[in-house]
């Protein structure tokens, strides 16, 4: 389920890594199935199962401060 952020003329923006940060958050503990040794298995998803991908350092800074507990 990717989330396209429109450009900002500043990426490190907060309310832009807010969203991102609520989205990802939000993933976890949602329903995935997949296929493992040709077996249907359902699941919920984890902290460890979410990735985001930013452009810029300042974003990741930004979004890890958001995101510790």
Not at 17 to 36: H, P, Q, R, W
Not at 44 to 67: E, F, K, P, Y
Request: charged share 15%.
């Amino acid at each position: 389920m990717p989330l396209n952020v429109p450009s900002q003329p500043f990426p490190e923006a907060l309310p832009i890594l807010k969203i991102v940060a609520n989205y990802a958050a939000d993933l976890i503990g949602a329903g995935l199935v997949e296929t493992v040794d040709g077996q249907l298995e359902a699941r919920t998803l984890g902290a460890s199962d979410i990735c985001v991908v930013v452009a810029h350092n300042a974003q990741t800074s930004g979004l890890r401060a958001i995101l510790k507990p």
